[in-house]
C-alpha cells in the first residue's frame, strides 16, 4: 500500500524557472511530513519536516533553494527555485512520536536542468 | 565530515551467495537507532530493517539480518542466499535523540548486482 503519491515523477526544468512538487499522504496514522533531496552524488539529505498545516521554511542549498509548505493535514508542497544541478526530491512520512525516525518514502520526483 | 560510512559504492555477487554489506557511524549520543533501506529500481525506498539500542526490528521479512557491533560503531546487513531480486541500492542510516527534528543521516549507498 502506497502511503505517500507523490507528483511530477520527473520534471525538466529550465535554467532559472521554478517548478513546484506535491505530495499527498494517504495514511494518517504518519502524519509527519518531509522533503528529502539526493543530488548527483547520490547523497541523500534531509531538508525539512513540517507538522501542521500552515508550516513554512525556506533553506538554501549548493544548486537549489527551497520553500516547503504544508498546506493542509495530508499535503505537503516544495518549491524549487534556482537549480543549478540536477537532483530528487523525496517526500517522507512518519508517525507521531517524538522520534522523527521510521520513515516511509514516496517514489521521488526527478529534476533535470535544461 | 560524513557521519555514516558505506565503504563500498558498488558490489555484486552470483545468485545463491552471501553478502555482507558495511556501515560505520559517527555519534557522541547515547540514544540513536540505525536503518537500513533498500532503494529499488522503480524509486520506491524500502526500509528493511531498524535497529534500537537493545533490540532490533525487521521490517521487511526476508533473508536479512545485522551484525551489530556498538563499541565499534558498525552495523552490517547481511543477505542470506542472494536472489536477482536483491539487486538494488542499500543504504545506511542514523537517527540521533538530540537531533530528531533534522531527519536521518544517510550514507551514500552501496549499488548491489545479483548474476544468475
Known amino acids: 500500500v502506497t502511503l505517500l503519491e507523490q507528483n511530477p515523477r520527473w520534471r525538466l526544468v529550465p535554467r532559472g524557472q521554478a517548478v513546484n512538487l506535491r505530495c499527498i499522504l494517504k495514511n494518517s496514522q504518519y502524519p509527519w511530513m518531509s522533503w528529502y533531496q539526493q543530488d548527483l552524488q547520490k547523497q541523500l539529505q534531509w531538508l525539512f519536516t513540517?507538522?501542521?498545516?500552515?508550516?513554512?521554511?525556506v533553506k538554501s542549498l549548493p544548486g537549489a533553494d527551497y520553500l516547503a509548505t504544508r498546506v493542509t493535514d495530508t499535503e505537503l508542497r516544495l518549491q524549487v527555485a534556482n537549480m543549478s544541478q540536477g537532483r530528487t526530491l523525496y517526500c517522507t512520512c512518519?508517525?507521531?512520536?517524538?522520534?522523527?525516525?521510521?520513515?516511509?518514502f514516496g517514489h521521488g520526483t526527478k529534476l533535470s536542468v535544461l | 565530515a560524513q557521519k555514516v560510512i558505506q565503504v563500498w559504492s558498488t558490489t555484486s555477487r552470483q545468485e545463491g551467495e552471501k553478502l555482507t554489506l558495511d556501515c560505520s557511524y559517527k555519534t557522541s549520543q547515547v540514544l540513536y537507532h540505525l536503518f537500513w533501506y533498500k532503494h529499488l529500481l522503480s524509486g520506491e525506498m524500502v526500509l528493511l530493517i531498524r535497529q534500537m539500542p537493545s533490540t532490533i526490528a525487521i521490517e521487511r521479512s526476508g533473508r536479512y539480518s545485522v551484525v551489530f557491533q556498538k563499541s565499534r560503531k558498525s552495523i552490517s546487513l547481511v543477505i542470506s542466499t542472494l536472489q536477482p531480486d536483491d539487486s538494488g541500492k542499500y543504504f545506511c542510516?542514523?537517527?540521533?535523540?538530540?537531533?530528531?527534528?533534522?531527519?536521518?543521516?544517510f550514507g551514500l549507498g552501496t549499488r548491489v548486482s545479483v548474476f544468475p
Open positions: 512518519s508517525g507521531l512520536q517524538v522520534s522523527n525516525e521510521r520513515l516511509f
Open positions: 542510516a542514523l537517527w540521533e535523540l538530540d537531533n530528531y527534528a533534522q531527519g536521518l543521516t
Open positions: 513540517l507538522r501542521s498545516p500552515g508550516d513554512k521554511e
